[in-house]
């Protein structure tokens, strides 16, 4: 078969255009044969396959190197045995080799569950970027971090259709009576699940983007790699800087929702920095790694040991404090998006009124209530000023 045209774009697929029949006029000069392209397209993707294996290895040496298990090579926080450089190098490789794990279907993980591992390892990532912005500069780790989100971006279509189904079934059982038997309410559900099986297909069927989702987090990976970090710079003095805009856009964030014009735009941006938040005190909740060594070394140590887990206790209760604050604020976010679907359902706009009206009614009750309540939570989160948070923290 002939085409107009055939070429290979940047996403590693065949693009075809609409065609001619190849007979009469529609073998004109200009067509070329779809063999080559997609012999490119094989090519490229067996490349994809090769970079994932070199990746795997490289992480398997280099954890063999440091002599540490598999578990603290992937866990998501600084030790005390690293310096704070080595360990956020540490930690962006190994976040990265978990996505690209995930994507490549070498865990034995469900695809659902894959993807949306894959998307929370991503924001992780985001996160560290922006704890080190001051250290890598505010046009890299912004590229970086776009790359990241684009990425968490084409992997959200099935994640997004399954919290709207969970969003509505959460709704229900909190009113059991007036939304639970209604036919609108029960028809609504069942054109959110149709569309939840639909993109979930599509999205975990494209083991094609899948791969090119891990080939460019493979490139990110590259760079990190390659990242230098001063070795002999404090964590306080290399996470402080980035620490003290997370706090401060997040108590800015606090007041501009708290506003009386606030819209859902606004809580949903103060979440994102909530989100960064949780994830860096994580990062600074430093933790001894695995006992090693004499008993008498390890006596030696207890004392040490017992300060740091009373210091890890209370950047813990950072975290929790945050984690807890930024579900409230997704769960609002999740009831907005429910609210719009509701409202442009052609059933329940056109013959089901009044479950439409309770259907509102009972989502803005709730959005109301979790607003309040997350006003109130990060009213106490954000109570210090940036730079006693920031000291406080690195004590």
Sequence with gaps: MTTNRTAIRRRLAVRRTAHRPPWGGGKARGHRSIVAPLAATVAATVAVGFGLVVVRVERERRAARAGRSPRQARRFGLLSDETAASGCRRIALGQLDLAIELLGGESSTPPEEAVHETRK???????????????????RADRERAVLRDAATRLAGARDAEVMVSTLDALIERHPRKLGGRRGVVELREDLERERLRVSARTLGEAVMREQVAEELAEVRARVAKLKLPAKRSTAKLTGPGLEHIYRAGRTGRRRAGRRNAGARALHRWRKHVKDLRYAAEILNVREPAAAGSESASKRRSKQRRRMVRQSKRIAEVARRADRLGEMLGEEHDLMLLAERVRAHKPLKRHRKRTRKRLLRAISRRRAGLRKRALREGERLYARKPRRFVRKMHA
């Excluded at 990532?125 to 505010?138: C, F, I, S, T, V």
């Design 121 to 139: 390892a991503l924001k992780r990532l985001r996160a560290l970027m922006r704890l080190l912005e001051d250290e890598l500069g505010a046009k």
